[in-house]
């Protein structure tokens, strides 16, 4: 769907949130 690229879920935009804090987070593990 186009729009859905648009405009995505809030159940999508919350696994991308959780994703890239989970990213970050062993980003500063491994660089600490």
Same mark, same amino acid.
């Given at each position: 769907d186009?729009? !859905? /690229? ?5 159940? /999508?935009?919350?696994i991308?949130?959780? *994703? /890239?804090? *989970?990213?970050? !987070?062993? #980003? #500063? #593990?491994?660089?600490?």
């Amino acid at each position: 769907d186009v729009h !859905g /690229s648009v405009i995505p879920e809030p159940s /999508s935009v919350a696994i991308l949130l959780i *994703g /890239s804090l *989970g990213v970050v !987070g062993v #980003r #500063r #593990r491994f660089s600490n």
